[in-house]
C-alpha cells in the first residue's frame, strides 16, 4: 500500500460525545467519586473497633462537594479551640462562643483540650502518623467523656483531622496503634460521625444570624479567601450550595456574606492560598508576606476594591492582615482589613468590636469600615480602656460575658 | 549507578544511603495514597505558591518519585523539600496525586534521618516545637513580641507592652493566660506526653535537635513523676 493509498487514522473523538464547551453545563457527578466515610466508620463500630460519635439534635443537614448530606450540630458543641486563634487573633474565637451565647446555645470550652498539633506537623514533620492520630483520638475521647460533639475552630486542625480519619479507616495497623495508647491512657477510642468546622455552623445559622442582624452591612464589599485546608486538604466534606457560584466553589463564608446584606466580589486568585506556609509564617516570612500580598491583596484591590476581606481558619487571618503592614515600604497597593466571618457575623448583631471581637489585635486599621458599619469606634476604644484601667488596678480580675 | 545529570549533586553521598532514604518514603503507609503516576502537566505547578517564588515545582516531586529517581530525591529533600507551604493546592491533580502530601512523608524520613538539611531548616524553629509539644499549644500572646515579628507592625508593640491587661481583658475564662494560647489542663498535658513517648516523637526531635530534646525529657519527666508515672515506662510502641 503506498502512503496516498493509507486509511486515514481515525480519532475517537466523534464517538466519545463530548459537548462543544459552548452547550455545556456543570453538573454534580451521578455517584459521589469518593468512598463514603461514614459508611466506613459505622462498619468499624459494628465489628467492635471503635464507637462512632454521633452529631447531636438538633441539627442542620447541608450538601457536600460531591453532592452527599452532612449533619451539622446547633448546640452541645465541645470547642476545639485554635491556637493561633487564642493565642494572636483572641477575638476570633470570642466572636464564636459570643454568638453561641447570644443564641442561647449549650457548649463547653474545655481546659481538657490540646491544639491538633498539625501546625508543627506540617511545619517542621517532627512527628508521625501515630501520635497525629492519637493526639485526635484523645480530644474526640475527651469531647465523648464530657457529653458534647466536636466544633472544630482551626481549618488545619478540620483538614488534618479528615486526613487522620482517611488513615484511620484503611489501616488496620494504625488504628491498632492508637488503640494501644488509648488504653493506656484508659481513654475510650471515639471517632466523630462528622468532622464539623466553625464556619460550617455559622453557615447553616446565617439566615438566623440575619434575623437577629442590627447593623445595616448593605454597603460594605467583601472579598473571600477560603482556606486550603478546608476545601483542598480532603475535598470530600466541605460545604457546597447550587446557589453559591452554581455550586463550583465552595459556599463557606460567601454564605454568610450574602445573608447579612453584603456584596461578595470576586477576584482572580480567589483559589489561591493565602501564603501562611505553616514554617514559612514563623521563621521565613519574607515568602509569606510576598505571596500574600502580591497575589492576594493586591489583585483583591485592583479588581474588587473591597471594604473587607474574610476568611475562615486561623493561618489566612495572621498571613492576609500582618502581611500588609511591611510591604508599604516598597509602595505596595495593600490596606485590606481582614477578620473572621465569625467577627464579621458578631459585629451584624451589635457585637462590641473591642471587648468581644477583640480587632485592637489585628494589623490593619479597622476604623473605616467600623464607620461604614455605623459604629462609633472612638466611644467604643473609650470603652475599652475603661476596662483595661479597671483590669489594671485590680490584678486578679478579669472581663467577664456579663461585662460584654 | 552514576547520576544521569551532569549539574547533579550529592554525588559523593553513595547510591545505597540514597536508596534507604528513598525506600523508607516509598513504604510509608501513606505513600500509595499520594502518588498514582505523574502526567507531567504541571496543574499542581500553576496551583503551587511555593512554585512562585521559588525554584520548587510538585510536579517535579511527582516525576521524580513516579520515576523511581533516586538521586534527583535525594537532592529534593536536601534541598527543596523545606520550601512547599503545604497547603494542599496541588491536590487538584487530574490523577489525584498529593505531591505536598509526598512532602510531608520526605520531611519525616529527613527528620528520621537527621539530615543535616533538616537540621538547619528546622533551627530557628526549635521554640516553636519545644511549646506545642510541652504545652499542648503552639504559639502563644507572650510570642507576640516586636523583635520576634518587626514587619508586623506597631500592633505588635501595643500588643506586648500590653499583654498582662489585654489578656485579662478576653471575656472567655480559658484565654486568660500568656504563655498558652489557651490554659491547658494538666491532666491534657500529662496524656500529651505520653502520647509523644508511647510513639517516639522524642526521639524523632534527638535526631534534629539534641538540646532540645534534653529539655523536653526534663520537662516530661518532672510532670510525669509528680503524677507518679516513670518515664521510661512509656516505650515506644511503634517498634513493637
Ligand atoms: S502531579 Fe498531577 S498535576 Fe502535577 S504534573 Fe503530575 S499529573 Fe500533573
Ligand atoms: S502543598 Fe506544597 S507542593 Fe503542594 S501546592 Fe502547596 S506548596 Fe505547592
Given at each position: 500500500?503506498?502512503?496516498?493509498?493509507?486509511?486515514?487514522?481515525?480519532?475517537?473523538?466523534?464517538?466519545?460525545?463530548?459537548?462543544?464547551?459552548?452547550?455545556?453545563?456543570?453538573?454534580?457527578?451521578?455517584?459521589?467519586?469518593?468512598?463514603?466515610?461514614?459508611?466506613?466508620?459505622?462498619?468499624?463500630?459494628?465489628?467492635?473497633?471503635?464507637?462512632?460519635?454521633?452529631?447531636?439534635?438538633?441539627?442542620?443537614?447541608v450538601d457536600t462537594k460531591f453532592g452527599r448530606k452532612k449533619k451539622v450540630p446547633l448546640e452541645n458543641t465541645w470547642h476545639h479551640k485554635s491556637c493561633g486563634q487564642c493565642g494572636h487573633i483572641p477575638g476570633y474565637s470570642t466572636s464564636?462562643?459570643?454568638?453561641?451565647?447570644?443564641?442561647?446555645?449549650?457548649?463547653?470550652?474545655?481546659?481538657?483540650?490540646?491544639?491538633?498539633?498539625?501546625?508543627?506537623?506540617?511545619?517542621?514533620?517532627?512527628?508521625?502518623?501515630?501520635?497525629?492520630?492519637?493526639?485526635?483520638?484523645?480530644?474526640?475521647?475527651?469531647?465523648?467523656?464530657?457529653?458534647?460533639?466536636?466544633l472544630i475552630h482551626c481549618g488545619t486542625s478540620y483538614g488534618h483531622y479528615k486526613e487522620v480519619r482517611a488513615q484511620l479507616l484503611h489501616h488496620p495497623e494504625l488504628r491498632n496503634q492508637v488503640r494501644k495508647i488509648l488504653a493506656r491512657?484508659?481513654?475510650?477510642?471515639?471517632?466523630?460521625?462528622?468532622?464539623?468546622?466553625?464556619?460550617?455552623?455559622?453557615?447553616?445559622?446565617?439566615?438566623?444570624?440575619?434575623?437577629?442582624?442590627?447593623?445595616?452591612?448593605?454597603?460594605?464589599?467583601?472579598?473571600?479567601?477560603?482556606?486550603?485546608?478546608?476545601?483542598?486538604?480532603?475535598?470530600?466534606?466541605?460545604?457546597?450550595?447550587?446557589?453559591?457560584?452554581?455550586?463550583?466553589?465552595?459556599?463557606?463564608?460567601?454564605?454568610?456574606?450574602?445573608?447579612?446584606?453584603?456584596?461578595?466580589?470576586?477576584?482572580?486568585?480567589?483559589?489561591?492560598?493565602?501564603?501562611?506556609?505553616?514554617?514559612?509564617?514563623?521563621?521565613?516570612?519574607?515568602?509569606?508576606?510576598?505571596?500574600?500580598?502580591?497575589?492576594?491583596?493586591?489583585?483583591?484591590?485592583?479588581?474588587?476594591?473591597?471594604?473587607?476581606?474574610?476568611?475562615?481558619?486561623?493561618?489566612?487571618?495572621?498571613?492576609?492582615?500582618?502581611?500588609?503592614?511591611?510591604?508599604?515600604?516598597?509602595?505596595?497597593?495593600?490596606?485590606?482589613?481582614?477578620?473572621?466571618?465569625?467577627?464579621?457575623?458578631?459585629?451584624?448583631?451589635?457585637?462590641?468590636?473591642?471587648?468581644?471581637?477583640?480587632?485592637?489585635?489585628?494589623?490593619?486599621?479597622?476604623?473605616?469600615?467600623?464607620?461604614?458599619?455605623?459604629?462609633?469606634?472612638?466611644?467604643?476604644?473609650?470603652?475599652?480602656?475603661?476596662?483595661?484601667?479597671?483590669?489594671?488596678?485590680?490584678?486578679?480580675?478579669?472581663?467577664?460575658?456579663?461585662?460584654? | 549507578?552514576?547520576?544521569?545529570?551532569?549539574?547533579?549533586?550529592?554525588?559523593?553521598?553513595?547510591?545505597?544511603?540514597?536508596?534507604?532514604?528513598?525506600?523508607?518514603?516509598?513504604?510509608?503507609?501513606?505513600?500509595?495514597?499520594?502518588?498514582?503516576?505523574?502526567?507531567?502537566?504541571?496543574?499542581?505547578?500553576?496551583?503551587?505558591?511555593?512554585?512562585?517564588?521559588?525554584?520548587?515545582?510538585?510536579?517535579?516531586?511527582?516525576?521524580?518519585?513516579?520515576?523511581?529517581?533516586?538521586?534527583?530525591?535525594?537532592?529534593?529533600?536536601?534541598?527543596?523539600?523545606?520550601?512547599?507551604?503545604?497547603?494542599?493546592?496541588?491536590?487538584?491533580?487530574?490523577?489525584?496525586?498529593?505531591?505536598?502530601?509526598?512532602?510531608?512523608?520526605?520531611?519525616?524520613?529527613?527528620?528520621?534521618?537527621?539530615?543535616?538539611?533538616?537540621?538547619?531548616?528546622?533551627?530557628?524553629?526549635?521554640?516553636?516545637?519545644?511549646?506545642?509539644?510541652?504545652?499542648?499549644?503552639?504559639?502563644?500572646?507572650?510570642?507576640?513580641?516586636?523583635?520576634?515579628?518587626?514587619?508586623?507592625?506597631?500592633?505588635?508593640?501595643?500588643?506586648?507592652?500590653?499583654?498582662?491587661?489585654?489578656?485579662?481583658?478576653?471575656?472567655?475564662?480559658?484565654?486568660?493566660?500568656?504563655?498558652?494560647?489557651?490554659?491547658?489542663?494538666?491532666?491534657?498535658?500529662?496524656?500529651?506526653?505520653?502520647?509523644?513517648?508511647?510513639?517516639?516523637?522524642?526521639?524523632?526531635?534527638?535526631?534534629?535537635?539534641?538540646?532540645?530534646?534534653?529539655?523536653?525529657?526534663?520537662?516530661?519527666?518532672?510532670?510525669?513523676?509528680?503524677?507518679?508515672?516513670?518515664?521510661?515506662?512509656?516505650?515506644?510502641?511503634?517498634?513493637?
Open positions: 500500500m503506498t502512503q496516498g493509498d493509507a486509511e486515514p487514522i481515525r480519532l475517537p473523538m466523534a464517538e466519545l460525545q463530548v459537548a462543544k464547551a459552548a452547550d455545556r453545563q456543570f453538573q454534580l457527578p451521578k455517584e459521589p467519586p469518593t468512598e463514603d466515610y461514614r459508611k466506613l466508620l459505622f462498619e468499624l463500630e459494628a465489628a467492635g473497633e471503635i464507637e462512632v460519635l454521633r452529631v447531636p439534635e438538633p441539627f442542620v443537614e464564636i462562643f459570643w454568638l453561641n451565647r447570644e443564641f442561647g446555645f449549650n457548649y463547653h470550652d474545655p481546659r481538657e483540650q490540646t491544639s491538633c498539633t498539625a501546625w508543627n506537623y506540617y511545619a517542621s514533620s517532627t512527628s508521625n502518623p501515630a501520635a497525629q492520630a492519637a493526639v485526635a483520638c484523645r480530644n474526640f475521647a475527651q469531647a465523648k467523656l464530657d457529653g458534647y460533639f466536636p491512657l484508659n481513654l475510650p477510642f471515639v471517632f466523630p460521625e462528622e468532622i464539623v468546622h466553625y464556619s460550617e455552623w455559622v453557615h447553616v445559622m446565617r439566615e438566623k444570624i440575619a434575623e437577629r442582624q442590627v447593623r445595616d452591612f448593605s454597603s460594605i464589599t467583601v472579598t473571600v479567601h477560603p482556606a486550603c485546608h478546608y476545601h483542598k486538604l480532603v475535598v470530600e466534606d466541605a460545604i457546597y450550595d447550587a446557589d453559591l457560584y452554581d455550586g463550583q466553589r465552595t459556599a463557606i463564608v460567601s454564605g454568610v456574606v450574602t445573608a447579612l446584606g453584603a456584596k461578595v466580589a470576586d477576584y482572580s486568585t480567589w483559589h489561591d492560598c493565602c501564603g501562611f506556609g505553616f514554617r514559612h509564617i514563623l521563621v521565613s516570612r519574607d515568602f509569606s508576606r510576598s505571596f500574600a500580598t502580591i497575589r492576594k491583596i493586591e489583585r483583591m484591590k485592583e479588581e474588587a476594591d473591597p471594604d473587607v476581606t474574610l476568611t475562615h481558619d486561623t493561618g489566612c487571618v495572621t498571613t492576609l492582615d500582618k502581611s500588609q503592614f511591611s510591604t508599604q515600604a516598597h509602595n505596595r497597593n495593600v490596606g485590606i482589613p481582614v477578620m473572621s466571618d465569625a467577627q464579621f457575623a458578631a459585629l451584624s448583631m451589635g457585637a462590641h468590636p473591642y471587648l468581644v471581637c477583640q480587632l485592637h489585635w489585628h494589623g490593619v486599621d479597622m476604623k473605616p469600615l467600623l464607620e461604614q458599619m455605623g459604629i462609633d469606634h472612638e466611644k467604643a476604644w473609650k470603652e475599652f480602656e475603661e476596662v483595661a484601667d479597671k483590669l489594671e488596678k485590680s490584678p486578679e480580675s478579669y472581663l467577664t460575658w456579663e461585662e460584654v | 549507578m552514576n547520576p544521569i545529570y551532569k549539574d547533579a549533586r550529592y554525588t559523593e553521598v553513595p547510591y545505597e544511603e540514597k536508596l534507604k532514604l528513598f525506600d523508607a518514603v516509598k513504604s510509608d503507609m501513606r505513600y500509595p495514597h499520594e502518588l498514582h503516576g505523574c502526567y507531567e502537566c504541571g496543574i499542581c505547578v500553576a496551583a503551587c505558591p511555593s512554585a512562585r517564588f521559588f525554584d520548587f515545582s510538585p510536579r517535579v516531586f511527582a516525576q521524580t518519585m513516579a520515576r523511581e529517581d533516586v538521586h534527583s530525591f535525594y537532592e529534593l529533600l536536601n534541598d527543596n523539600v523545606w520550601d512547599c507551604s503545604q497547603c494542599f493546592s496541588c491536590t487538584c491533580c487530574p490523577r489525584q496525586n498529593n505531591p505536598g502530601g509526598i512532602i510531608t512523608i520526605m520531611r519525616e524520613v529527613a527528620v528520621n534521618d537527621g539530615l543535616q538539611s533538616a537540621k538547619d531548616a528546622l533551627q530557628a524553629y526549635s521554640r516553636i516545637i519545644y511549646k506545642v509539644m510541652s504545652t499542648g499549644t503552639q504559639v502563644s500572646p507572650d510570642m507576640l513580641q516586636p523583635d520576634f515579628f518587626p514587619d508586623w507592625g506597631p500592633d505588635v508593640r501595643d500588643v506586648s507592652l500590653n499583654l498582662d491587661v489585654w489578656r485579662r481583658a478576653i471575656p472567655p475564662e480559658t484565654m486568660h493566660t500568656v504563655e498558652l494560647a489557651w490554659d491547658v489542663s494538666e491532666k491534657t498535658r500529662l496524656e500529651l506526653y505520653m502520647i509523644w513517648k508511647l510513639t517516639g516523637n522524642l526521639e524523632m526531635i534527638e535526631n534534629v535537635d539534641e538540646g532540645l530534646y534534653m529539655i523536653l525529657e526534663e520537662v516530661m519527666e518532672e510532670l510525669l513523676e509528680e503524677h507518679g508515672y516513670d518515664i521510661d515506662d512509656f516505650d515506644n510502641i511503634l517498634e513493637d
